[in-house]
């Protein structure tokens, strides 16, 4: 038989229920269950019995740590480096542990260069037990923490890669939980300065290009069904800080289909919701890093590819187009001006001319000026 340790067996005032007024901490009945002792009898008689305990016991260890991290000091379980932004504990839970795997991990592939097949099945576990939100939000922070540019690079294609493992997901993640945390302000505009606001706009362009181009994908990671239904409620769930149908202001009808809604659907929301969050962060009549944002947002778009930066910049409006070039008229050059639009429409000609005689008003009235006051 199994022998529980010390009074174990019997329930005597020398195992763990002893002291019922002072009641057990929980600490001390996951150690009881560390501490078994296995029978031979039954590791002999029993099929597989040693790989089945060698994983409870592992199971039960990692219990005993996240109960260690829920019993720390509020101030020890948020995360250092950029003070855990997004990362809402009460919602997510408490994912020290899954961190400090995920921390592991990353130096792995850093310093391989590559994911080799045991570290693409970490991957995948991590995305299972973490959520995409977490997943994308912690990969995210990884990828604006570096400083040099050619890490900032490097991060940038190792956190696309790892998207990869459910790429249409990870992308309504970013879209819809993470870059509205980062660009509602709350103190975390320095993220978006040089090199980590360029890194954070490619990232975005570069999903959600390869979403628009393959909206059908299935995940690496086993795919359950009723797919839809959990990818709405990622879109528009309680715990969204801005829901999708309110992001396209109001005008989505996709979470009202209930479990007839498709990812391609979603996908095609999400992508017109990105440009009404940036036509919003548009109208500053100031420089922000939200604003230099946007607009490294539709640079990247342009450099994407005559094709793709057209299927990407359809739900521009002109109007936030106008208000960029008012308050920054040498951001855009005339060159990327006219890749901007679809030539080949005839609205895409005119919001066109109109971009370009702006810019050659302001210049003008620029000009004048200097010529008035030498």
């Not at 696309?160 to 660009?183: E, G, N």
């Not at 009808?253 to 391609?264: A, P």
């Not at 030539?343 to 302001?362: D, E, F, H, P, Y």
Request: glycine fraction near 12%.
């Amino acid at each position: 038989t199994t022998h529980y340790g010390e009074g174990g067996g019997g329930g005597g005032q020398g195992g763990w229920r002893r002291d019922r007024k002072r009641g057990v901490a929980p600490l001390e009945v996951v150690d009881k269950f560390l501490d078994i002792q296995m029978d031979t009898e039954d590791s002999e008689s029993l099929p597989y019995f040693q790989q089945r305990s060698t994983m409870m016991v592992n199971i039960v260890r990692r219990m005993r740590q996240e109960l260690e991290s829920d019993t720390r000091k509020p101030g020890e379980r948020e995360g250092g480096g950029l003070g855990g932004w997004g990362r809402q504990t009460q919602s997510l839970g408490d994912n020290t542990a899954l961190e400090e795997e995920m921390n592991v991990l990353w130096e792995d592939t850093w310093r391989r260069g590559r994911l080799d097949i045991a570290g693409t099945k970490q991957v995948a576990r991590l995305f299972e037990i973490g959520g995409p939100q977490w997943f994308v939000t912690v990969l995210v922070e990884k990828m604006v923490s570096q400083v040099y540019n050619e890490d900032v690079e490097r991060a940038t294609e190792m956190v696309f890669s790892l998207l990869h493992i459910d790429l249409v997901c990870c992308t309504l993640a970013m879209l819809v939980h993470t870059l509205p945390r980062c660009l509602a302000g709350e103190g975390k505009e320095g993220l978006l300065s040089h090199p980590g606001g360029r890194s954070l706009a490619r990232l975005t362009v570069q999903c959600l290009a390869a979403s628009l181009a393959m909206r059908g994908s299935k995940p690496y990671c086993r795919s359950r069904e009723g797919r839809g239904a959990e990818l709405a409620q990622l879109c528009n769930g309680v715990q969204q800080p801005v829901k999708l149908r309110k992001l396209n202001g109001g005008e989505s009808v996709v979470g009202d289909l209930g479990e007839r809604v498709t990812q391609e659907q979603l996908v095609d929301q999400a992508h017109t919701g990105l440009f009404h969050l940036l036509s919003g962060l548009g109208q500053e009549p100031v420089l922000s890093p939200r604003l230099e944002f946007v607009c490294t947002v539709l640079e990247e778009s342009v450099l994407a590819g005559r094709e793709q930066s057209r299927q990407l910049l359809s739900p521009l409006p002109p109007t936030l187009l106008m208000q960029l070039v008012k308050v920054q008229p040498k951001r855009f050059s005339m060159e990327l001006v006219l890749r901007l639009f679809d030539t080949n429409s005839s609205s895409g000609r005119k919001n066109m001319a109109r971009i370009l005689c702006l810019m050659r008003n302001i210049q003008a009235g620029k000009d004048g000026l200097e010529v008035e006051t030498s």
